[in-house]
C-alpha cells in the first residue's frame, strides 16, 4: 500500500490573547489543538463541524496561511513545516486553495487573465503564449468560455465566479486541493453544479481534496472518509457510508440528525444539544464535549477519552469505548445502542 498524499499528525494552531494597553498575552486561543488524520492519493476527505470548530484554520494551517503552532505536516514526504523559501513556493504549487467566498476571493480591480496569470507569473510557469494557453484550458475544465479572460470579476454571477476561482487554482496543475465550503455561499440552484463539477474534475485530473463544509449531506456525496470536529479536535472519523450509517460519537449523531431528508422512511428524529459551544480559549476538561452531551458520565469531565480504533473507524469517546467492548469489537451494535440512548436523552420530531 503507498504512503498517503498528505499526512497530518498532532496539529496544533494557537492564536495569543492579548488584552491591555499593552497587549500582553494572557492566553491561547486554541483553534486546531491535536489533529490528525491522512489522505490517500485521488481520495477526499470531507472535514465537517459547526462554525468556529476550526475546520477552516486546519486547512490553512496545512498550506501555512496561517503557521501552525506544533505538530507535524507531511506532503508527498515532504515536511511543510521544515519546508522554507523557493522550496515551500515550489510546494505550494502541487497545494492550491479555493476559498468560501467567491465575491471576496477574486480581486474586482483585474480581469480574470491577470487573476489567473498572477501564480503562473510568481511560479515562472511558461511564457507568455503557453501561459494563455495553461488559462484557457483551466476555463474549459470548469466550463467557462475562453472570452472570461478579457473581462471582469463583477460582470460574473456567483456560480461563474465560482468557477474562475477553481479555474485559478487548477491553472498551477496542483496535486492537492482545499476546498473551504467552496459552495455555502451560492444559491442553492447553483450548489449542485459546483459539486458535480469538482468531482467530475477529482476524476478526470487526478486531484486529491480536503472538502471542508457544515453541509453533511454534500460531505457524504462527495468524500471517500468524513472526519468530525468539534472545538478544535477530531472527535470521529471513518469511510463515508460507514459514519453515515453507523456513527458512534454523540456529536456525530447529533449533526447527522438534523440533515434534512425529503424520503419520510429515511427521515431521521432530531437530536437537540443544550447550551452553547465553549470558548476555544477556556475548553472544558476531559472530553470537550461532555458539557452539551446528555449521556456524560464522570469519567467524561475528567479524563480526556483516546482514539479507539475497529476496522478503521476512528472515535474519541468514553461510551463508545464501552459499547464496542461490550459488543465485542461490533462497532455497529454498539452504534446502535448509542444511538439509541442518544434518543432516549433528547428527541424532538424533524417533521
Not at 498550506?63 to 522554507?84: A, Q
Not at 510546494?91 to 487573465?113: A, C, E, H, K, W
Amino acid at each position: 500500500m503507498s504512503d498517503p498524499l498528505l499526512a497530518v499528525t498532532n496539529l496544533e494552531t494557537h492564536f495569543p490573547l492579548r488584552r491591555g494597553i499593552l497587549r500582553r498575552t494572557v492566553g491561547q486561543v486554541r483553534a486546531v489543538d491535536g489533529v490528525s488524520f491522512s489522505i490517500d492519493r485521488q481520495k477526499t476527505l470531507g472535514l465537517v463541524g459547526e462554525s468556529g470548530c476550526g475546520k477552516t484554520t486546519v486547512g490553512r494551517s496545512i498550506l501555512r496561511l496561517v503557521e501552525p503552532t506544533g505538530g507535524s505536516i507531511r506532503f508527498d514526504g515532504h515536511d511543510v513545516r521544515e519546508t522554507s523559501g523557493a522550496a515551500l513556493r515550489a510546494l505550494r504549487r502541487r497545494m492550491q486553495i479555493v476559498f468560501q467566498d467567491p465575491y471576496g476571493s477574486l480581486n474586482p480591480r483585474m480581469t480574470v487573465r491577470a487573476i489567473l496569470e498572477e501564480g503562473l507569473v510568481i511560479h515562472q510557469m511558461g511564457e507568455a503564449a503557453d501561459r494563455l494557453e495553461r488559462m484557457r484550458r483551466a476555463l474549459e475544465q470548469t466550463g467557462m468560455p475562453a472570452t472570461t479572460l478579457a473581462r471582469y470579476p463583477h460582470e460574473f454571477s456567483g456560480g461563474q465566479r465560482q468557477r474562475i476561482a477553481i479555474a485559478r487554482a487548477l491553472v498551477l496543475e496542483p496535486e492537492f486541493l482545499v476546498l473551504d465550503e467552496p459552495i455555502s455561499a451560492l444559491d442553492v440552484s447553483i450548489q449542485a453544479q459546483v459539486v458535480n463539477l469538482l468531482v467530475e474534475l477529482r476524476e478526470k485530473l487526478g486531484l486529491t481534496y480536503l472538502f471542508i463544509s457544515h453541509d453533511l449531506s454534500v460531505v457524504e456525496h462527495v468524500s471517500d472518509e468524513v472526519a468530525v470536529m468539534y472545538l478544535g479536535r477530531i472527535v470521529e472519523r471513518a469511510a463515508a457510508a460507514e459514519i453515515a450509517r453507523a456513527a458512534l460519537h454523540p456529536y456525530t449523531l447529533a449533526l447527522f440528525s438534523a440533515v434534512p431528508n425529503v424520503d419520510p422512511a429515511r427521515r431521521r428524529r432530531r437530536i437537540v444539544l443544550g447550551g452553547d459551544v465553549p470558548s476555544p480559549s477556556r475548553p472544558p476538561a476531559g472530553c470537550r464535549f461532555n458539557p452539551r452531551c446528555p449521556l456524560a458520565e464522570t469519567v467524561c469531565r475528567e479524563i480526556d477519552p483516546p482514539a479507539v480504533v475497529v476496522d478503521g473507524h476512528h472515535v474519541h469517546c468514553h461510551l463508545a469505548a464501552r459499547e464496542i467492548e461490550r459488543a465485542d469489537g461490533n462497532a455497529t451494535v454498539a452504534a446502535g445502542r448509542i444511538a439509541a440512548a442518544m434518543q432516549a436523552a433528547t428527541t424532538v420530531n424533524s417533521g
